[in-house]
């Protein structure tokens, strides 16, 4: 243990001793926030003021607080509740009205919640991050609000009758909080309770039992994980007649294990394996598996008898079964059945299984057009077979369906289209990696079969990390912002997503990071060899771990692209564990404290990577200050170190927003015309200077 501790000592202070702009990583100090402001306006003198932008912007807020858009809902008993944001409610309302009304083109709404007189009132950014509602009588929720946009929150008990915060409620100061209805008095809570009761990653490390009107210091411990775990985290399950107690402890991103927690607080380990997502519903114990288990491959969705399980039966029901080209997407139940969504390489397909004393019966649900998307929106469990679904495309905009299994559907809504569509076609292509691995992608832009297609501006767009998929939508601000003025839109499905399934997720996990950058690669130099654009005028653009993968575009193949964005990005490998909630992503990259995982971890970092002696394409970097998720000093200090080398790089940082950058349409509208505005002036032939 001492040699662990004085290793990772020596390493932060080697990483410190070497990197001039550690001061950056104040968030708040006032020297890092003036450096700040003027990086800002150079971006906004290089960007704002050009032609285009103020129109840019005003078609994209136009689009985002359109009053015509699909306001989806959740059921609640008798109501549909909505969140709503719009030039009038820039904040967003909480609002509710029935299925009778929700059925009419102008249905009546209901307020619940008025976040922007909320922030007027007590003259706070509040943004609604969510709200737990009391179950069975949805009188009551749990209101989480944020400070502008961050993760952590203050909560609130809320009257959904009255329609007022519960003045001698349950009431939490800010932090990243985990809370959750017991009974009418009860809750699970974990959150800061001072010295020792967070993990690394700054996350609640204990559950507690708190009881109405005792003070939450004094709440009943039931279940506590180690400091070094992401996180612990409790819950009832309220289903008539399968009320269950469970507590968990998240070992790391992808590991954890839960517990059933009996009437004497004594725990029950479900004994699946720890990166597998098991949950109760009913009389199943249903496990969706990470890695091969019991005979079942990875991706496999089982169920198995609750109460068998728990007494050693390990007989499964394959559920889905995956192969090569198909992986599961998700599924949701309705009161008597299950709604199973799959993807076939990147498109979504759906079905129903319901429960029979021979097996379960399979039957499809909707028929979904080629290179589109459907999800469940929502469903209502414990009540009905009621169920709400979306289909959408990317030329296409969505269609909200209403249904109930085995009664046929009817369609409630149907989204008008955002951006002129004609000359446009949406085609998958496939490019084969470095390793030999086919990785698909979806093209979106001008018609390519049209005789003579010029190559035009593109912009590739990726994610490549913690499983998730990116599959087909309808991106009407991107349709605005960058189709209509006849770029095209590309996104790569890379290995580190979830597209195929754990494998695919698996195949670039830590020192097999680079298998996503050579993936991504491998699309861009496809689209060229294609003669959709040239490297002159392929844009690339990414978020978050998407960040990451920008900066590894920049220093590692800048020839393929003209200009680069990064947004909220992760660039800094060897602190990235340091900084905010940094350490919960050890398991997806490395452990930079790790003498194993160092060598990598700097081989991939792109802030180490930056250098004078190549020529890199100009990069714009966006964050927050707000972003308690992703250090913002992780695009600042890239920022100074690219300015300092020589290179061409822009700096936008808002003040608000959090992890999203943007913490109403405003901002949001704001940040996509800056990105699209930086894009086209570098990636359209006439507006990029002259050579020499």
Not at 111 to 122: K, N, P, R
Not at 543 to 566: D, E, H, K
Request: proline share 6%.
């Amino acid at each position: 243990m001492w040699s662990r501790r004085a290793s990772r000592a020596c390493t932060i202070r080697g990483v410190i001793e070497n990197d001039p702009y550690l001061w950056l990583e104040d968030i708040e100090s006032e020297a890092a926030l003036a450096w700040v402001a003027e990086r800002n306006a150079e971006t906004a003198a290089a960007l704002a003021t050009d032609t285009e932008f103020t129109s840019l912007k005003e078609g994209v807020r136009e689009v985002l607080d359109a009053s015509d858009r699909i306001p989806y809902t959740v059921r609640r008993g008798a109501f549909l509740y909505n969140f709503w944001r719009d030039a009038a409610h820039p904040r967003g309302l909480w609002r509710r009205t029935t299925l009778e009304q929700y059925r009419k083109d102008a249905p009546e709404w209901e307020a619940v919640l008025d976040v922007d007189a909320l922030a007027a009132a007590e003259g706070e950014k509040w943004v609604l991050s969510g709200a737990r509602v009391r179950y069975p009588a949805y009188d009551r929720a749990l209101v989480c609000l944020s400070r502008d946009g961050g993760d952590a929150v203050v909560v609130r008990e809320f009257d959904l009758s009255a329609r007022t915060f519960v003045e001698d409620g349950f009431q939490v100061a800010e932090a990243k909080t985990r809370i959750g209805w017991i009974d009418a008095d009860t809750v699970f809570i974990g959150t800061d309770f001072g010295p020792g009761s967070l993990t690394d990653s700054g996350y609640p490390r204990m559950v507690r039992r708190w009881r109405r009107g005792t003070p939450s210091e004094d709440a009943t411990p039931v279940f506590e994980g180690r400091a070094q775990d992401v996180s612990a985290g409790g819950w009832h399950d309220s289903t008539p007649g399968f009320e269950r107690d469970f507590v968990f402890r998240s070992l790391d991103f992808h590991h954890g294990e839960m517990h059933l927690l009996t009437a004497d607080d004594s725990l029950v380990r479900i004994d699946v394996p720890d990166d597998a997502d098991a949950y109760a519903h009913r009389e199943y114990l249903i496990v969706s598996l990470k890695s091969a288990w019991l005979g079942h491959p990875a991706g496999s969705l089982l169920a198995f008898g609750f109460d068998a399980f728990l007494a050693g039966d390990r007989t499964a029901e394959a559920l889905f079964t995956p192969d090569e080209r198909t992986a599961l997407a998700g599924h949701s139940w309705t009161r008597h059945h299950l709604i199973l969504e799959t993807m076939r390489d990147v498109s979504t397909r759906i079905e129903v299984l319901t429960p029979a004393p021979g097996g379960w019966a399979r039957s499809p649900l909707a028929d979904v057009p080629p290179l589109s998307a459907v999800s469940v929106v929502d469903t209502d469990p414990d009540v009905s077979d009621e169920y709400f679904l979306d289909v959408s495309g990317f030329l296409q905009p969505s269609t909200l369906y209403h249904g109930e299994i085995g009664a046929g559907s009817e369609i409630l809504k149907q989204a008008p289209a955002r951006f002129g569509t004609a000359g446009l076609a949406a085609e998958q292509y496939f490019a084969v990696s470095e390793d030999g691995t086919r990785v698909p992608y979806f093209v979106i832009g001008p018609d390519r079969s049209v005789p003579d297609a010029a190559p035009g501006p593109a912009l590739l767009y990726g994610y490549g990390g913690f499983e998730v998929s990116l599959t087909p939508y309808y991106g009407a601000s991107t349709g605005r912002a960058w189709l209509e003025r006849g770029g095209t839109y590309v996104i790569a499905n890379i290995r580190g997503g979830g597209e195929y399934g754990p494998d695919w997720h698996r195949a670039a996990l830590g020192a097999d990071r680079s298998r996503a950058f050579e993936d991504f690669e491998a699309v861009a130099t496809d689209l060229v060899a294609r003669g959709i654009t040239t490297p002159a005028m392929l844009g690339a653009a990414g978020g978050s771990n998407g960040g990451l993968l920008m900066g590894a575009m920049l220093t590692r193949c800048p020839q393929l692209f003209g200009a680069i964005v990064a947004q909220v990005p992760l660039l800094d490998m060897l602190r990235f564990h340091e900084l905010l909630a940094g350490a919960s992503w050890i398991a997806e990259y490395g452990d930079p404290d790790d003498e194993a995982d160092r060598p990598h971890l700097r081989a991939l970092s792109p802030y180490h990577r930056l250098s004078a002696d190549r020529a890199y394409p100009p990069v714009l970097l966006t964050t927050s200050t707000r972003d308690d998720r992703v250090h913002p000093g992780h695009a600042r200090k890239a920022a100074a170190r690219l300015r300092e080398l020589g290179h061409r790089v822009l700096l936008h940082e808002n003040t608000g927003g959090g992890h999203a950058g943007a913490g109403d349409n405003e901002q949001a509208a704001h940040n996509s015309a800056l990105m699209h505005t930086f894009l086209w002036q570098h990636l359209t032939p006439q507006a990029r200077p002259a050579a020499g």
